[in-house]
């Protein structure tokens, strides 16, 4: 959560009985670029663990160049699929990459073949469950290790308006072999 997950509120969490944790969605360009976003941005801490660090991209190289300098401290790499905002439709990332699979698979491969951490996802459904179960199993394929699935379209922003799909949910847990975590 973008302004509400950061190594505070990360630890309180843990305090109280959280098992894991996610960082804020961090920009893999700007990450891989700008050593002031590093610093401000990515903090954490030896009991800051087991730790998912969160990423928006577009480009499988840059992400990979973001993902090696936190590989060293956390216990996941994630690609944050799911984003719906509309930053993320201008800047082409989260849940906008679902119109390119190939893009999204290319993230995914990228990662699972040069990082010593396991890969992580997360994701929302297509209108189409077929859609989703086959999303899902590319991903799975393509070398996500644990994959979060949101159950709802890219279009269903509130949740007090939408609920989640948790039939969605269900169905991608019963298709895939890796560990499938309700979200949102």
């Known amino acids: 959560m973008v302004d509400n ?30 050593e002031k976003y590093r610093r401000e941005e990515f903090t954490t801490c ?50 906008f990459l679902m119109d390119n699979l190939q893009l999204v698979k290319s993230l995914v491969e990228k990662l699972a073949i040069n990082l010593n951490v396991p890969v992580s996802c997360k994701i929302r459904v297509f209108p189409k469950l077929e859609d989703t179960i086959n999303y899902a199993r590319m991903l799975e394929e393509a070398g996500c290790s644990l994959l979060a699935v949101h159950g709802r379209t890219r279009d269903e922003k509130d949740g007090k308006k939408f609920r989640a799909d948790w039939k969605a949910i269900k169905a991608v847990k019963n298709a895939l072999r890796i560990p499938v975590l309700a979200n949102g």
């Open 5 to 34: 997950s950061e190594l505070p509120f990360r630890m309180l969490c843990r305090k109280f009985g959280a098992e894991a944790a996610y960082t804020p969605m961090l920009h893999s360009r700007i990450f891989s670029e700008n």
């Open 46 to 95: 030896k009991e800051d663990r087991p730790l998912f660090v969160q990423f928006c991209a577009n480009d499988p190289d840059i992400l990979l160049e973001a993902a090696r300098r936190v590989e060293p401290y956390c216990d996941y790499v994630d690609i944050n699929l799911g984003c719906p905002q509309r930053i993320a439709r201008r800047g082409y990332y989260g849940a």
